[in-house]
């Protein structure tokens, strides 16, 4: 796998905010409360995974942190400046988000990590030449840039996956957010989608993930944290989530690990 290390040229121009702290956030449905009192912090360059039931508010507390879902208690902070203070572009400068789900947009590769360059434009709103030179360089570094004129809905389910991280790759932001993104991905294409996400948070990235599957999130992130009935009850690195028993307790399964040349490998076995 090569190397993104070209990403760092562009840190001079990246927010110095990589970093975020999700403080004692509360957030909910009308009276449903769904988040109550939760505590995160997501260290720059470091990978951090949201695990938990289906229901336990993963997706809300995403939300809540791009923006696009109130907060009723807490604070966010982003490089120590509240999010509520960023404007909606700021936050984008900041904050990379790739969508669950597999709707596919009607637009070429090239247009959609072109459209990460949006919270830069001023009016009229036109892409200019370095907004083009941005996206070349971000599809070059996933190595797409020979599919910039296919149409997204011709891609596989991981070549699409790329189009979207160098649209956050364009966009420039320190920290980027993906709910579930193996879903769609064959096993091929997982153990690719794990490499890169090390490649990133190598490269400088914060990110935060949703991931059902918890050996890969054990393989991959530097923290793991637990969600369940709206409050985090567990953060700890993989060996910690090892030995936590945190898995029994939310999946009634127990995760083990086994040193292999290729490092730690973990996996579950279901509790009789
Ligand atoms: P997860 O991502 O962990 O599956 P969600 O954050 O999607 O959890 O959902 C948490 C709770 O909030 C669930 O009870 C769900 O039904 C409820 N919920 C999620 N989205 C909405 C919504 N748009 N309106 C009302 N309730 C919602």
Redesign the pocket.
């Known amino acids: 796998m090569g190397k993104i290390g070209n990403l760092k040229e562009g840190k001079t121009q990246e927010a110095e905010s990589a970093m975020v702290e999700i403080r004692n956030v509360s957030a ?3 009276k ?1 409360r ?1 988040l109550d009192g939760v505590s995160l912090t997501l260290q720059k360059g470091q990978v951090t995974t949201l695990i ?10 995403l ?1 809540v942190l791009l923006g696009f879902h109130p907060l009723t208690g807490g604070k966010i902070l982003i490089g120590g400046v509240l999010a509520e203070k960023l404007k909606r572009s700021e936050l984008a400068k900041n904050i990379a988000y790739l969508p669950q789900g597999n709707n596919v947009p009607d637009i070429t590769a090239g247009r959609m990590v072109l459209s990460g360059r949006f919270p830069y434009l001023s009016y009229p709103r036109r892409y200019g030449a370095q907004d083009i030179e941005v996206a070349r360089r971000a599809m070059e570094q996933m190595r797409i840039l020979q599919y910039s004129d296919y149409p997204m809905s011709q891609l596989s389910g991981g070549m699409r996956q790329k189009v979207y991280i160098a649209m956050a790759l364009a966009q420039q932001a320190g920290v980027i957010v993906m709910d579930e993104p193996t879903t769609y991905l064959d096993i091929g294409q997982q153990a690719k989608f794990a490499a890169l996400v090390r490649e990133l948070s190598g490269a400088g990235k914060t990110l935060l993930l ?1 991931l059902h599957d918890l050996p890969l999130a054990l393989k991959i992130s530097d923290k793991v944290a637990a ?1 369940s009935a ?1 409050k985090i009850i567990f953060c700890g690195s993989a060996k910690e989530t090892v030995r936590s028993k945190i898995a029994e307790e939310l999946y009634g399964v127990a995760v083990k690990s086994v040193p292999t040349e290729a490092g730690e490998q973990y996996y579950y076995e279901l509790l009789s």
Do not use: A, D, R
């Open positions: 909910g449905y009308g449903h769904v938990g039931e289906n229901g336990s508010g993963k997706s809300t507390l939300k949703v969600l709206g």
